[in-house]
C-alpha cells in the first residue's frame, strides 16, 4: 500500500489494585499493543504507561497522564491514541476531549483487524456483528471516530456505511445479520452431517495467533495426493493472518485419510462480542475428533499464550477433547527443550520438517484408536460424566433408571478405562 501509515501513540495502564502485572508481562501487553497497531496498517510512534490502583471512571488514566499524552499527541504529530483495555463510550469522549485526536481501545482495534482480513460472507458478516455491538454499547461515547469518514484504523469494516446512524437502525442491522448468520450455519449443519456420515476424522489446528497453524497445515497436506499448491493456506509474520476457517484432505501413513482445519488465532483479551461472534466458526473445533494445540516455543510468553488458548477452548466447551500439544519453531531453540515431557506433547520445526513424523504417528494413534462397545450404569450424581460421554462418544441408547442413567456407548480404550467401575457388561 501506497497510503502513508498513521503514526500511532500507545497507552497501557497497569492497575495495580486488584491484578498487577510486573514490568515483564507489562512490557510484554504493550509490545503485543504494537504488534497489533502494525497489523492494522501504523505505525507506533511512542508509548506510555501509568501505573494506578484502580482505572479512572471518567478518563480510565489520570488527568495529569491525559495531559501529558496530548503534549506527546502534538509534539509527534500523532494521528491517534490506542489503548490497551477496554474503553466505556464516556472515557472515550472525554479522552477524545482530552488529546485532541481519535482515541481507540484494544477491542476496537482488534475489530478493526478482523473487518481488514475477513474474506468469506461469514467471516464479514460476524466481524460486522461484533462492531455493531461494540458500538451499540459505545453510542453515546463515541465521536470522531462515528463522524470520522475516509478510512483509516478503526473505521473500515463492512458495517461501516450504518455506523453513523442510530441505535434503531443498529438494532434492525443486528437482526438482519443474525437471520443471514443462521442460514449459512444450517448450511454449515448440512455439511457436516455429510462428512460425518463419509465417517473422515477431523483433525483442528487451534493456537494463538503466528504460533504456526498454517504452516503445519501446509506441512500436513503435502503427503495426500490431490495435494497441489494451490491448496497452501496463507501463513506470514503477522497477527492473524488467517480469519476464515478451512478444511484441507491429509493422509496418514495407514493409508486413512483425513481433514485438517485451520483456524483464526488467539489472543489475549480476545473481545467477548469477537469470540461469541465467531463461536460459529469455531464450532468446527467443537466438531472435531482431535485438537492439536500449536504453542510458538520460540515466543517469551509461551506459557501465558497457551492459557490464553486453553481458556477459549473452555469457552468453547472442549477441553475435553482430545488434545496433542505442539511445541513449534524449535529450529529457532536449537532443538533444546526444557518443557516438561508429557504423552500428547511433541517438539517440532515446520520450518524443517524436525519431528514432524512423529507428530503424524501421534495423530494416527489417536485416530484410529480403537472402541469397545460398553453398557455403563452411572449414578445420578456423577451427570459430569454423562455430559462428558455425551459429548465424546457415540452413544447409542440411554435411560433414566431406579438407580441412574443406563447408557450404552462406543469408548474409546482411555475412556474405557476411565469409567471402568460403572460398566455393566461389554
Ligand atoms: N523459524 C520458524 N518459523 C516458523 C515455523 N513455523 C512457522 N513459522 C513462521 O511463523 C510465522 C507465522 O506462521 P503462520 O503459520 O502464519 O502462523 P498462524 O498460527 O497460522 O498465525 P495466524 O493465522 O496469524 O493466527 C510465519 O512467518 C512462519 O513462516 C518454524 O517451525 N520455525
Ligand atoms: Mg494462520
Redesign the pocket.
Known sequence: MEEKKEKILIVGLNITDIKKKSQFEMEASMDELEELVEAAGGEVVARLTQNRPSRDAAYYIGTGKAEEVRDYVEKLEADMVVFNDELSGVQIRNLEDAVGVTVLDRTALILDIFAQRALSREGKMQVELAQLKYRRSRLIGLGKQLSRTGGGIGTRGPGEKKLETDRRHIEGRINDIKKELADVRRNREVQRGQRMKANVPIVA?V????????????SLIKTHREYSAEKE???????????DVTLRKAVLPSGKEFLVT?????VSNLPHDLVEAFKATLEEVKYADLIVH?V?A?NENYDMQMDTTLDILKQLDSLDKDIITVF?????MGFEADYPKQEDMVF?????G?NMDLLVDMIEKKLLKSFTKAKLLIPFERGDIFNSIQKKSQVEHFEYVENGISVTALLSDEDYNRYREFVLEQ
Open positions: 489446528l493456537g494463538y495467533t503466528n504460533a504456526g497453524k498454517s504452516s503445519l497445515l501446509n493456506v496463507f501463513s506470514k509474520d503477522m497477527l492473524f493472518a488467517t480469519l485451520d483456524t483464526v488465532g488467539f500449536v510458538d520460540s513449534n519453531k524449535m529450529d529457532k517440532i520445526s515446520c520450518k524443517t524436525y
